[in-house]
């Protein structure tokens, strides 16, 4: 089993930065993919940011060139760091790591409060 803790989640003011971290630990037999999803009340979980093993990077539009998704081999870590939030940044957000077998893990989620 993997267990996924996020932290880092909080209230900031629009313009503001976080930085979000998830670490990873158990029994991780082959990663795939780590990455960060979110939930906004009413809609969708969708896709902000996403790390292959490789080390490729995929973005969703509305968050390119504000995000930025690293990771630390080391310590089985992945970090999102926002800046130049928005409103509609608000959200929960949840780590998610995808192994090559398609098992997908989360976290337990946190929360992302942009006001205005």
């Known amino acids: 089993q993997v267990q996924l803790v996020e932290s880092g989640g909080g209230l900031v003011q629009a313009g503001g930065s976080l930085r979000l971290s998830c670490a990873a630990s158990g029994t991780i037999v082959s990663t795939k993919t780590m990455g960060w999803f979110r939930q906004a009340p009413g809609k969708q979980r969708e896709l902000v940011a996403r790390l292959t093993s490789g080390g490729s990077t995929t973005y969703a539009d509305s968050v390119k060139g504000r995000f930025t998704i690293s990771r630390d081999n080391a310590k089985n870590t992945v970090y999102l760091q926002m800046s130049s939030l928005k409103p509609e940044d608000t959200a929960v957000y949840y780590c998610?790591?995808?192994?090559?077998?398609?098992?997908?893990?989360w976290g337990q989620g946190t929360q992302v409060t942009v006001s205005s």
């Open positions: 998610n790591l995808r192994e090559l077998t398609g098992t997908n893990y």
